[in-house]
């Protein structure tokens, strides 16, 4: 079971706009202004959350070569594209990420999320985007809140083994 650190379950519990496992959405653009949840198949779109509400990508989802641009963002199915998150950014258990995130908030990664081809970019209060930290790079994680595993590619293999 994952656990939710950013995201209790009483979130998802608000109106939401809901992307049913059954629906496949190709090229476009998804503009929501409640919490989303997404459990469909989802390639080549843009989702916009225009207010402060969360995205959930449900265990169920694929998004491939998609963008979100959103406040509070929490993943546990694939995804592969590109992340701007205003707020914090949690990768559940299931989750598997590839892509780059910019984050506002916390950015916290569960030990058996696979996310080792991830590259990180810290947003500023002031501007969108800050310069990269010369020690965030791919798979490697700032944060390391309790419960959860900083790791790095070579780590990854290392506990492989």
Known sequence: MNRHVLFPSTTFDQP???VSEHTQLVAGTLKTSLTALIDGRLTDVHIECTDDTPIKISALATLVNCT?????????????GEIKARG?????DSAQFQGNVTVGGQLLVSH???????????????????????NVGAGKFESKPEGYA?????AAKAESL
């Open 16 to 18: 939401l706009t809901l």
């Open 112 to 134: 058996l999320a696979d996310a080792v081809d991830m590259r990180i970019l810290r947003a500023s209060a002031k501007a969108s985007a800050a310069p990269e930290s010369p």
């Open 88 to 92: 914090h950014v949690e990768l559940g």
């Open 68 to 80: 979100i641009d959103c406040n509070d963002l929490l993943i546990e199915g694939a995804f592969s």
């Open 150 to 154: 900083a790791r790095t590619a070579s």
